[in-house]
């Protein structure tokens, strides 16, 4: 049996500068954790500004312009509004948003957002890449810091 190398990594993007703390051990359980690069994270934080800028304006056929076509697909506006306004009604209060890692997996990339006004709340966003640029494929609100869930 061969043993995998681990790497555990937590990758934050904060005023342009990517911060990567690994650590390692051995185990046979765990698979090796590639990271996004310092460019791939600005890029994906942007995308993920940018599509939250859109909610709290109310602007929801721009908010959605920044998913990807596979969930335009299967969404209308209205529908995603509904969607963001009963899930995430917190995205309407334009939070601050903090990328806490951002993994490879495959050709999408697997990030963790911690967004905030008066409570923090975590997110889980899958993000595909079109033509050089990324759209958002997966939302998912994983809770909150410091508060019971919406």
Known sequence: MQLIEPVESTTTVSDDVVTDMSTSSTTSSTLPVDICTADESRAIASVIEAQTAAISQRDFVAALSYSSSAFRSNISVQQ?????????GFLLKNPSISLTSCQLIGESRDVLVELGTEQRHVMAYVLTADDGEWFIDVAALLGEIGGLSA
């Open 80 to 88: 995603f509004e509904r969607m963001i306004s009963y899930e995430y």
